[in-house]
């Protein structure tokens, strides 16, 4: 939405703030690849009309 308070506008300046700072979240990475993994999920639940295993 881009509002100051919204949750992409937090996520997007807490990584440039990172990124300009020199010192990224270790976590990132993997919290990343666990929402990855999730859409994929929700997208072959969706295809397929049926629920599907993480």
Do not use: D, M
Request: with cysteine; net charge neutral; aromatic share 8%.
């Amino acid at each position: 939405s881009g509002h100051a308070t919204s949750q992409e506008t937090r996520l997007f300046r807490n990584f440039a703030n990172q990124v300009l700072g020199g010192k990224l979240n270790g976590e990132w990475p993997e919290i990343a690849l666990k929402t990855q993994r999730l859409l994929n999920a929700c997208y072959e639940s969706a295809l397929e009309n049926r629920p599907v295993e993480l």
